[in-house]
């Protein structure tokens, strides 16, 4: 498996993985919504 240097030199960043997780975050979120909603 890729080490960790390998994972930062091929653009994946800690900042990356955030945005990722702040991406599902939000789809998270609007499917709540919508169960509500529902």
């Given at each position: 498996?890729?080490?960790?240097?390998e994972?930062?030199?091929?653009?994946?960043?800690?900042?990356?993985?955030w945005?990722?997780?702040?991406?599902?975050g939000?789809?998270?979120v609007?499917?709540?919504?919508w169960?509500?909603?529902?």
């Open positions: 498996s890729p080490s960790y240097e994972l930062s030199r091929g653009g994946i960043s800690r900042r990356g993985i945005r990722g997780a702040q991406r599902v939000g789809v998270f609007l499917l709540a919504q169960k509500e909603a529902g």
